[in-house]
C-alpha cells in the first residue's frame, strides 16, 4: 500500500513507484503470454489438459473467495452455476449433428436444435445466464443468516442438479452431453482467468471492496454506517456467478463430455478446498491454490492403480488422492488456519522487499545473483 | 422544527419492557447527553433511533422524516450516524480502511467503474482518503493509518470509531459511552474534539454517559433515564440536586462526587 | 386412489419420516448448543449403515449384533469428530467451524469411497423383515412396521433423557444459553459431548433403517437424507427437537404423497425438500416450533 506524502519528492517517488509497478505488471504479463504461446504450440493435449483446468479451477476459487473470503458469504451453489454454464456453452457450441447423436432418447427441444454458436458468444451467454441464476438465487438466500444461507445455496445447488437430470429435452438428462467442441484453449480459459482475477481485485480493493470486508467482519456496524447490505451481497454473488458460469462453460469445451454428476455438491467441497487452502482472502492465494491443487491431482494419479516401489508392488487405491487432499485440508483448518497466503497479496514492493533483505544478508561476500525471486 | 422528535417511544422485548414512553425532541446543533445507571435503557434508545430495533408503539421523526422501524442502513444515509458501546471496528481493514467505510454511503461511482478502473472512480477515491486522512489528522490518529484496529489502545480505537462515523458526514451524532475506558486526559481531549465538532461543522451530539464528571461541564442539557423512564431534564447543576436522581444512583461513587 | 394404496403409501410416507426425524433431531441438537450445521452428519448415517453391512455381510454376526455396533461405532466416529475438528475450534470466528464441518463431511465421503469402495453394495436385509404381509387389505412389507415402532421407541427414550433427566435438563439450558449454563458449574463439554453421542446414535439407527428401506449402500448415500433431514429440521424449527421430529413425518409423508398422487413428478423428488426449505427460509424462518432470537447489540 502506498503512503500518502506530500512533499514534492514524496510526490515524484510515489508516482515513479506506481509506473515502476506497473511496467513489472506489463512485462510478467507479457512473458506470461509468451509462454501460453509456446505452450499451446509445443506442448501435448495431457499438459495442456492440465494446464487449462488449473485456469478453470482459478477462477473457481477465486469467485468463491469474492463471496466468502471477502464478503463472508458461505455460499455452496458454486457446483450449480458451474453446471448452468457448463449446459449452455455446450448446447449452444454443440453441433446439429451431435446433438442428434446425443438426444436419442427424448429430441431435444426445437428451440435448441438447430442452434450452434461460436465459442466466444456462447461463453458470454453462459455466464449471463449463471449470473442470472445468481441473482434469482441471491436475492431471497443473501438474506439469510451465515447457516442457513449455507445450506440454501447448497440446496439450490441441487435443485439445479436435479432439474438437469429431469429436463431430458434440454439437457438430455443423466445421460449427458458428449461430444462437446473442444474450443478451450490456454488463450481463452487463461484469457478469462486473468480477468476475472484483474475484475474482482479492482473490485475488492476499491470502496465496495472495502463495503464488502465491513460486511464480513460486523454487520451491524456496516449498517449503522450506511451500507446496504442485500445489494452488496448481491453484487459480490452475481458477479462471482457471471465468473463460475464462464468458468464452467471452459470446462465443458475442455472435457467434451458433462453430465449432472460433474456438478455435485463434491465439486463445491472441493472449491472450497482450494480456496481455504490459498488463503481466505487472498486471490494470489487462490490462484496457486488452484494450480498446485490441479497440478498434484495429475500428479499423484499413479497412486491410484498398482504400483512399483523398488521390488514392492503397490496396490492402487482409487479415490487416495482425494483423501489426501481431505486430510490436508482438515489439517489446515484446523492448524494453520492462514491458509498459504492468509489476506496477504503479491506485490512487487513485497518482492524488492525480499530482495534487499537477501542482499543485506550476503554483503560483503561475492555479488551473488538474487537468491530464487519465484517464492510462491 | 426540531431535528429529532422521539414521541411516546415504547420497546417491550416479550414481557420486558426497556423503554417506556419516552419522549423528546433535539434542536439542531444541540450537545445533549442521556444519562443512567447501566441497564436504564440508554443504548435501547440509541439502537431504537438507529433502526436496529422497532420501537413496540411510538414514532421517531429526524428532520421532519418519519424513521420509526426504518432499516439501519436507510437511516444512516439520512444522516444518523453512531458509534457502539462495545467497540465494532472492522477486523479485517486497517485504521484509514475503516475510516473510507464510513464515506461509501456518498460515493456516486457504481461498482463496474470501480472494477474497470475507470479514472472517474479513481478520482473518488483519491479524494476519499485525502478526507480520510483529514479526519484521522483531526484526532491524531494520522500516524496510525495502516495499523490493525484491533492493536490499538482502547482509548484510540474509541477515537476511530468516531473518526468513522464523522466519515458519513452525519447531521446527528449518536455517541454511545464514548469516553468509556478512557483515562482523564484522553476523555477531556475527546470532549475538547466533541465542542471543536459543534463550533465548526453544522451538526448534533447526542451522547450516552454513565459518568456525570465526563459530562457536566459542556452539555447543556441532561436527560436522565432509569428503567427505561424519563426522571429528570434539565441543566447539569439542577440535575445534580434532583433527589430522584440521586436515588437513581445510590451507591455509584462516581456520579455523587461528580 | 384407492383407501387401501393410500394407507400403503401413508405407511411408506411415516416410514421415510421416521427415517428423516431420527436424523433430524442430530442436527437439530448440535445446531440448537453450538450453532453448527454438522455437514458431517449425514456421512456418519453412512458409516452406521457400513458399519451393520460388513457386520452382516463379512463377520457373519446376528443382524441385531451388526446394529447394536453399527450404533456404538457411529457413537464413537461422531464424538471423535467433535474432539477433534470442532472443540478446537470453538473460540475463533464461526465461519473456521463451518468450513470443518464442510472439511470433515468430505473426508468422510473421500474415506468412504477408498475404505468401502466406490460402487454400490447390496444390504442383506434380515429375513424377518422382508415379508409382505397383508393387513386388513393393505400390503405392507414388514420392515416398514419395524423401522416405525423402533423409531418411536427411540423417541421415547430421547425425550425421557431430555425431559427427565438432569443432563438433559443441561442439555436444554445449553441451547438456550451456552455461556450462562457454563458459568453456572454446567460441565459444558461433557454435555456437548453427550448431544453428539446421543444424535450419532439416532444418526446410526438412521442410516440402518434407510438401508433397510432402500437396501442399496454406497459412500455417498448420507448427503442427500442428510440435507433432507435439515431441511426438516428447519421445517420443525431449529434447535428443538420436537420439531424436528414433526419436521421429519412432514416432510417424509409429503414426499411420498407427491410422488403418490403426481407420478410424474417422481423424478423431482429430491427437489420437493429443497422447495420446502425455501418456503420456509422466505415465509416462517422459524419452522413450526422455532421462537425468534432477537439479536443483542
Given at each position: 500500500m502506498s503512503t500518502t506524502t506530500t512533499t514534492e519528492a514524496g510526490k515524484a517517488r510515489r508516482s515513479l513507484r506506481l509506473s515502476r509497478n506497473q511496467i513489472l505488471t506489463g512485462i510478467a504479463l507479457l512473458v506470461f503470454v509468451g509462454f501460453l504461446i509456446w505452450a499451446q504450440n509445443n506442448l501435448d493435449p495431457y499438459k495442456l489438459r492440465i494446464l487449462n483446468l488449473c485456469a478453470v479451477y482459478t477462477i473457481f476459487a477465486v469467485?468463491?473467495?469474492?463471496?466468502?473470503?471477502?464478503?463472508?458469504?458461505?455460499?455452496?451453489?458454486?457446483?450449480?452455476?458451474?453446471?448452468?454454464?457448463?449446459?449452455?456453452?455446450?448446447?449452444?457450441?454443440?453441433s446439429v449433428a451431435q446433438k442428434q447423436a446425443n438426444f436419442f432418447l427424448a429430441p431435444i427441444i426445437p428451440l435448441l436444435a438447430n442452434v450452434e454458436w461460436g465459442f466466444l458468444p456462447a461463453v458470454l451467454v453462459a455466464g449471463v445466464l449463471a449470473?442470472?441464476?445468481?441473482?434469482?438465487?441471491?436475492?431471497?438466500?443473501?438474506?439469510?443468516?451465515?447457516?442457513?444461507?449455507?445450506?440454501?445455496?447448497?440446496?439450490?445447488?441441487?435443485?439445479?442438479?436435479?432439474?438437469?437430470v429431469n429436463w431430458q429435452r434440454i439437457t438430455n438428462g443423466s445421460l449427458g452431453l458428449k461430444g462437446i467442441p473442444g474450443y478451450t484453449n490456454l488463450y481463452w480459459s487463461w484469457g478469462f482467468a486473468l480477468i476475472t482475477i484483474f475484475v474482482v481485485k479492482k473490485l475488492v480493493d476499491s470502496s465496495y471492496g472495502r463495503a464488502l470486508k465491513s460486511i464480513r467482519d460486523d454487520e451491524v456496524a456496516a449498517q449503522a454506517l450506511g451500507i446496504n447490505l442485500a445489494r452488496h451481497k448481491l453484487l459480490a454473488f452475481t458477479l462471482s456467478s457471471f465468473f463460475v458460469g464462464i468458468g464452467g462453460a471452459l470446462l465443458a469445451n475442455l472435457i467434451s463430455t458433462i453430465d449432472p454428476n460433474v456438478f455435485r455438491i463434491f465439486l463445491t467441497y472441493q472449491i472450497v478446498g482450494i480456496a481455504v487452502m490459498g488463503g481466505m482472502g487472498s486471490l494470489t492465494g487462490s490462484t496457486i491454490a488452484a494450480i498446485l491443487y490441479t497440478v498434484f491431482l495429475e500428479v499423484l494419479r499413479p497412486i491410484e492403480s498398482p504400483f512399483r516401489l523398488g521390488s514392492i508392488q503397490v496396490p492402487g487405491v482409487p479415490g487416495m488422492r482425494m483423501v489426501l487432499f481431505s486430510v490436508?485440508?482438515?489439517?489446515?483448518?484446523?492448524?494453520?488456519?492462514?491458509?498459504?497466503?492468509?489476506?496477504?497479496e503479491f506485490s512487487w514492493d513485497w518482492l524488492f522487499e525480499q530482495f534487499s533483505k537477501v542482499r543485506t544478508r550476503l554483503s560483503g561476500a561475492q555479488a551473488a545473483p538474487p537468491a530464487g525471486p519465484q517464492q510462491e | 422544527m426540531s431535528l429529532l422528535t422521539l414521541e411516546n417511544v415504547v420497546k417491550r422485548f416479550g414481557g420486558l419492557v426497556a423503554v417506556n414512553n419516552f419522549s423528546t425532541q433535539l434542536q439542531a446543533g444541540e450537545l445533549c447527553a442521556l444519562i443512567g445507571p447501566n441497564g436504564s435503557g440508554k443504548t435501547t434508545i440509541f439502537n431504537l433511533i438507529s433502526g436496529i430495533y422497532e420501537?413496540?408503539?411510538?414514532k421517531i421523526t429526524f428532520d421532519?422524516?418519519?424513521?420509526?422501524?426504518?432499516?439501519?442502513?436507510?437511516?444512516?444515509?439520512?444522516?444518523?450516524?453512531?458509534?457502539?458501546?462495545?467497540?465494532?471496528?472492522?477486523?479485517?481493514?486497517?485504521?484509514?480502511?475503516?475510516?473510507?467505510?464510513?464515506?461509501?454511503?456518498?460515493?456516486?461511482?457504481?461498482?463496474?467503474s470501480a472494477m474497470l478502473g475507470l479514472p472517474g472512480y479513481s478520482r473518488e477515491e483519491h479524494t476519499m482518503r485525502e478526507e480520510g486522512m483529514e479526519l484521522l489528522d483531526a484526532l491524531n490518529l494520522a500516524h496510525l493509518a495502516h495499523e490493525d484496529p484491533t492493536s490499538l489502545p482502547y482509548g484510540q480505537q474509541r477515537k476511530l470509531e468516531?473518526?468513522?462515523?464523522?466519515?458519513?458526514?452525519?447531521?446527528?451524532?449518536?455517541?454511545?459511552?464514548?469516553a468509556a475506558g478512557m483515562i482523564r486526559a484522553e476523555s477531556q481531549e475527546l470532549m475538547d474534539f466533541i465542542q471543536h465538532i459543534l463550533n465548526t461543522v453544522d451538526m448534533t451530539i447526542f451522547l450516552i454517559e454513565h459518568q456525570m464528571r465526563v459530562v457536566k461541564s459542556i452539555c447543556p442539557r441532561l436527560i436522565v433515564i432509569d428503567h427505561g423512564e424519563i426522571i429528570a431534564e434539565g441543566e447539569p447543576a439542577a440535575i445534580q440536586n434532583d433527589p430522584r436522581v440521586i436515588e437513581a444512583y445510590l451507591g455509584v461513587g462516581d456520579y455523587a462526587t461528580g | 386412489m384407492s383407501f387401501d394404496l393410500f394407507m400403503q403409501h401413508l405407511a411408506n410416507g411415516i416410514s421415510l419420516g421416521s427415517l428423516y426425524a431420527l436424523i433430524a433431531i442430530g442436527y437439530t441438537m448440535v445446531y440448537g448448543i453450538l450453532r453448527l450445521i454438522n455437514f458431517a452428519h449425514g456421512d456418519i448415517v453412512m458409516v452406521g449403515a457400513y458399519v451393520a453391512f460388513y457386520g452382516i455381510a463379512m463377520f457373519l454376526l446376528p443382524w441385531w449384533l451388526s446394529f447394536i455396533l453399527a450404533i456404538v461405532l457411529t457413537v464413537l466416529l461422531g464424538v471423535v469428530i467433535e474432539r477433534a475438528a470442532y472443540k478446537p475450534l470453538r473460540n475463533v470466528p464461526r465461519f473456521q467451524l463451518f468450513t470443518s464441518a464442510v472439511a470433515v463431511s468430505f473426508l468422510l465421503e473421500n474415506l468412504g469411497?477408498?475404505?468401502?469402495?466406490?460402487?454400490?453394495?447390496?444390504?442383506?436385509?434380515?429375513?424377518?423383515?422382508?415379508?409382505?404381509?397383508?393387513?386388513?387389505?393393505?400390503?405392507?412389507?414388514?420392515?416398514?412396521?419395524?423401522?416405525?415402532?423402533?423409531?418411536?421407541l427411540l423417541f421415547g427414550a430421547l425425550m425421557l433423557v431430555v425431559h427427565r433427566t438432569k443432563v438433559g435438563m443441561a442439555m436444554r439450558a445449553l441451547s438456550k444459553d451456552i455461556e450462562t449454563t457454563g458459568l453456572m458449574g454446567v460441565d459444558t463439554d461433557r454435555i456437548i459431548l453427550l448431544a453428539f453421542a446421543i444424535g450419532s446414535a439416532l444418526a446410526a439407527a438412521g442410516g440402518l433403517m434407510l438401508a433397510i428401506k432402500f437396501p442399496q449402500i454406497n459412500p455417498l448415500m448420507g448427503v442427500v437424507p442428510g440435507l433432507k433431514a435439515f431441511i426438516a429440521a428447519v421445517l420443525g424449527g431449529i434447535g428443538n427437537i420436537t420439531g424436528a421430529m414433526i419436521g421429519g413425518f412432514l416432510l417424509g409423508i409429503t414426499e411420498i404423497m407427491i410422488v403418490a398422487f403426481f407420478p410424474d413428478l417422481a423424478g423431482y423428488r429430491d427437489a420437493f425438500a429443497f422447495t420446502i426449505l425455501i418456503l420456509v427460509l422466505l415465509f416462517r424462518p422459524t419452522g413450526i416450533m422455532g421462537e425468534v432470537e432477537p439479536e443483542k447489540v
Open positions: 469467485t468463491f473467495n469474492l463471496i466468502f473470503g471477502y464478503t463472508g458469504q458461505l455460499s455452496l451453489g458454486h457446483a450449480g452455476f458451474a453446471a448452468v454454464g457448463a449446459y449452455t456453452a455446450a448446447l449452444l457450441t454443440l449470473a442470472v441464476t445468481g441473482l434469482l438465487i441471491g436475492w431471497p438466500a443473501l438474506r439469510l443468516r451465515g447457516d442457513y444461507l449455507a445450506i440454501a445455496t447448497l440446496g439450490f445447488g441441487e435443485i439445479i442438479r436435479v432439474m438437469f490436508l485440508l482438515l489439517a489446515v483448518i484446523l492448524f494453520y488456519q492462514k491458509g498459504l497466503f492468509g489476506s496477504k | 420501537p413496540t408503539e411510538g421532519e422524516q418519519d424513521v420509526t422501524g426504518k432499516r439501519p442502513d436507510l437511516i444512516a444515509g439520512l444522516g444518523i450516524a453512531r458509534t457502539f458501546q462495545n467497540i465494532r471496528l472492522f477486523r479485517g481493514l486497517d485504521v484509514l480502511g475503516n475510516v473510507l467505510v464510513g464515506h461509501h454511503l456518498r460515493l456516486k461511482s457504481d461498482p463496474f468516531i473518526a468513522r462515523a464523522l466519515a458519513t458526514k452525519p447531521r446527528l451524532l449518536l455517541l454511545d459511552e464514548p | 469411497i477408498v475404505v468401502f469402495g466406490g460402487r454400490p453394495k447390496a444390504f442383506p436385509r434380515p429375513p424377518f423383515m422382508d415379508h409382505t404381509v397383508n393387513l386388513g387389505g393393505v400390503r405392507i412389507v414388514t420392515y416398514t412396521p419395524f423401522i416405525i415402532i423402533s423409531a418411536f
